[in-house]
């Protein structure tokens, strides 16, 4: 089973090692039809020192701690 991979925005650094990035999806409402916004926060563990308003990648990684489990692998932006 592949990896997921997400692409978000830096919201919070003030953690050690790690980032909170908010990740923004497109929802279509069932019966309106009018799209949506769906902003999800992911704790990532952050490796290649992403600063906050950086566009980033994470993907899915091995549990680091009981909120953690996503590792950030490029900075986009």
């Known amino acids: 089973m ?3 991979i ?3 925005k830096v919201i919070a650094d003030k953690m050690q090692k790690t980032v909170v990035v908010a990740v923004e999806s497109p929802k279509r409402h069932p019966f ?3 799209m949506l916004k769906n902003t999800m926060k992911y704790s990532a563990r952050n490796i290649v ?3 906050v308003g950086d ?3 994470i993907v899915e990684s091995r549990p680091y701690s009981k909120n ?3 590792e950030v692998t490029e900075v986009l932006e």
């Open 2 to 4: 592949p990896k997921k």
């Open 6 to 8: 997400f692409v978000g």
């Open 32 to 34: 309106y039809g009018k």
């Open 49 to 51: 020192n992403a600063k």
């Open 55 to 57: 566009n980033v990648k």
């Open 68 to 70: 953690v489990s996503w």
